[in-house]
């Protein structure tokens, strides 16, 4: 069976998951063509992230000519087809904020996926987040294209659900996908009942690399780790705020900021205004066994999340042995459980933010390692890479059956 993958913008250093996902997919078989709208415009720092990028095909690396003469091939094979993805178009962009005209791109772009899908032999195409990709994915199909399915993450999709068109993706997919509990019922809100039964549960997996790493001794030095995109919705201008608080009470420890993103400015010069840089570290985007060694290195992750789905990261420091301080937001609860394998905090409350913090420094490390323990076997059991890829693969070749 041949699969397209298709991300808006891929590989980037925070789709690692998806990475492991297609690879765990190749491994049981099934072939796995990548295809992106854009490509990621900074430099890739993890190998496996510059080899990836090698085999992905990006849409408008076509160019602007290259979408109209798509556009007009298309109208001009399958008139009637266009027409109505014309349409399609048209009613999605006419409800989103991001209006007719980029859906009218949308459209152009889903013209150039269905030739490609067409000479590669495609049978089902899979997108990643419930946005812009799952758009094309969606007018290609109506263009007659193969059937597709869609990976919903959140937040953005549960933030503006009508904007995004996301009853109707749902009405028009083979099946849906959440990634946790929390996801499939915002899923379900926004859907009709009678196509609730689409919607599975297949969730974010971590590789061997994670799973079967050694037991790494608590380190005594007070480091903590944050990894994350720099962003609103990551909540660093609070973790910054409640570092403060740490410094002022005469705490000695040392923050790590691993990620980039739109934030940074704001969150430099907060770092300056509370003369923190004796304390707080911004290291930017690492590899991903950078990554690994900054966790490693580290007591606790610490990620205060107004508005998630389910990091990937929080999985990653639990299979690694370090416990988790997080909110209580989205999925999240999900997998931390406040005093087993971590800390939950109300999104927002810095006070709460700052006085766990202080709490995990003065924690000792024979207790720290045994909430990583608890952590790591949790993760085991439900974050698998190769087994939630079964799962994905399972519903692959059902569609097919179905079709066939």
């Given at each position: 069976?041949?699969?397209?993958?298709?991300?808006?913008?891929?590989?980037?250093?925070?789709?690692?998951?998806?990475?492991?996902?297609?690879?765990?997919?190749?491994?049981?078989?099934?072939?796995?063509?990548?295809?992106t709208?854009?490509?990621?415009?900074?430099?890739?720092?993890?190998?496996?992230?510059?080899?990836?990028?090698?085999?992905?095909?990006?849409?408008?690396?076509?160019?602007?000519?290259?979408?109209?003469?798509?556009?007009?091939?298309?109208?001009?094979?399958?008139?009637?087809?266009f027409?109505?993805?014309?349409?399609?178009?048209?009613?999605?962009?006419?409800?989103?904020?991001?209006?007719?005209?980029?859906?009218?791109?949308?459209?152009?772009?889903?013209?150039?996926?269905?030739?490609?899908?067409?000479e590669?032999?495609?049978?089902?195409?899979?997108?990643?987040?419930?946005?812009n990709?799952?758009?094309?994915?969606?007018?290609?199909?109506?263009?007659?294209?193969?059937?597709?399915?869609?990976?919903?993450?959140?937040?953005?999709?549960?933030?503006?659900?009508?904007?995004?068109?996301?009853?109707?993706?749902?009405?028009?997919?083979?099946?849906?996908?959440?990634?946790?509990?929390?996801?499939?019922?915002?899923?379900?809100?926004?859907?009709?009942?009678?196509?609730?039964?689409?919607?599975?549960?297949?969730?974010?997996?971590?590789?061997?690399?994670?799973?079967?790493?050694?037991?790494?001794?608590?380190?005594?030095?007070?480091?903590?780790?944050?990894?994350?995109?720099?962003?609103?919705?990551?909540?660093?201008?609070?973790?910054?705020?409640?570092?403060?608080?740490?410094?002022?009470?005469?705490?000695?420890f040392?923050?790590?900021?691993?990620?980039?993103?739109?934030?940074?400015?704001?969150?430099?010069?907060?770092i300056?205004?509370?003369?923190?840089?004796?304390?707080?570290?911004?290291?930017?985007?690492?590899?991903?066994?950078?990554?690994?060694?900054?966790?490693?290195?580290?007591?606790?992750?610490?990620?205060?999340?107004?508005?998630?789905?389910?990091?990937?990261?929080?999985?990653e420091?639990?299979?690694?042995?370090?416990?988790?301080?997080?909110?209580?937001?989205?999925?999240?609860?999900?997998?931390?459980?406040?005093?087993?394998?971590?800390?939950?905090?109300?999104?927002?409350?810095?006070?709460?933010?700052?006085?766990?913090?202080?709490?995990?420094?003065?924690?000792?490390?024979?207790?720290?390692?045994?909430m990583?323990?608890?952590?790591a076997?949790?993760?085991?059991?439900?974050?698998?890479?190769a087994?939630?890829?079964?799962?994905?693969?399972?519903?692959?070749?059902?569609?097919?059956?179905?079709?066939?």
């Amino acid at each position: 069976m041949k699969v397209a993958y298709l991300i808006n913008q891929y590989p980037q250093p925070s789709q690692s998951f998806i990475r492991r996902e297609i690879a765990a997919l190749e491994q049981l078989g099934l072939t796995v063509d990548r295809y992106t709208v854009r490509r990621w415009d900074r430099q890739l720092i993890d190998p496996r992230d510059q080899e990836e990028a090698k085999k992905t095909r990006c849409i408008l690396d076509v160019g602007v000519m290259g979408l109209i003469l798509a556009c007009l091939r298309m109208l001009a094979c399958r008139p009637a087809r266009f027409v109505r993805a014309a349409a399609l178009a048209w009613r999605c962009g006419r409800r989103s904020e991001r209006g007719l005209l980029l859906h009218g791109v949308y459209l152009a772009e889903a013209c150039v996926l269905a030739r490609w899908l067409a000479e590669c032999g495609t049978s089902h195409v899979h997108a990643h987040f419930g946005t812009n990709s799952t758009t094309v994915a969606m007018l290609a199909h109506a263009l007659g294209g193969p059937g597709y399915s869609f990976t919903c993450h959140g937040p953005e999709e549960f933030d503006k659900p009508q904007f995004v068109a996301l009853g109707e993706k749902i009405a028009r997919c083979r099946f849906a996908v959440a990634i946790s509990e929390f996801g499939r019922s915002q899923m379900y809100r926004w859907c009709q009942y009678e196509d609730w039964g689409k919607i599975q549960i297949v969730r974010c997996g971590v590789d061997p690399q994670f799973l079967d790493a050694p037991p790494t001794p608590m380190p005594a030095d007070p480091k903590l780790v944050c990894v994350g995109r720099l962003s609103e919705q990551k909540g660093q201008l609070l973790l910054i705020e409640a570092a403060a608080q740490l410094a002022g009470r005469g705490m000695r420890f040392e923050l790590v900021l691993v990620g980039d993103g739109e934030m940074r400015p704001q969150i430099e010069s907060l770092i300056q205004r509370h003369h923190l840089a004796d304390h707080v570290r911004l290291a930017g985007w690492m590899s991903g066994q950078q990554v690994r060694d900054e966790i490693l290195s580290g007591r606790a992750l610490v990620l205060p999340s107004f508005a998630e789905g389910l990091p990937v990261v929080i999985m990653e420091a639990l299979a690694l042995g370090r416990p988790v301080l997080s909110t209580y937001v989205a999925g999240i609860p999900e997998l931390v459980e406040g005093d087993i394998n971590g800390w939950l905090v109300p999104a927002g409350s810095v006070q709460r933010l700052g006085a766990t913090m202080e709490e995990i420094l003065r924690t000792s490390p024979s207790r720290l390692e045994e909430m990583g323990k608890a952590g790591a076997a949790k993760v085991r059991e439900k974050h698998n890479a190769a087994t939630e890829a079964a799962r994905l693969a399972e519903l692959f070749e059902r569609m097919d059956k179905t079709d066939t």
